[in-house]
């Protein structure tokens, strides 16, 4: 098994909502949480919540290995 945990099974990409996939969509391109927000009508608040809901169903740690992660796996262009 990949200690790094850098497979994504077709299950935990499903498991990302709509809205998490708009604001990894977003992530990925750079934006901060701010900009994420305002692109999408959001509180900062929210992204935020959904940034961490993303790590967790990514099993990552931080936003640049949900970027790497994303993009590898071609869940994002």
Known sequence: MDENNENITEDEEK?????EMEVL???VMGKTNPQIADALG???????AHI???????SVRDRVQIAVKAIR???VD
Do not use: F, N
């Not at 498991?15 to 809205?19: D, H, K, M």
């Not at 959001?42 to 935020?48: A, D, G, I, N, P």
């Not at 961490?52 to 990514?58: D, F, P």
């Open 15 to 19: 498991q990302l909502t709509p809205r």
């Open 25 to 27: 969509t977003h992530l």
């Open 73 to 75: 796996k071609g869940i």
């Open 52 to 58: 961490c809901s993303i790590l967790r169903k990514m």
């Open 42 to 48: 959001l509180s900062t608040h929210t992204v935020k």
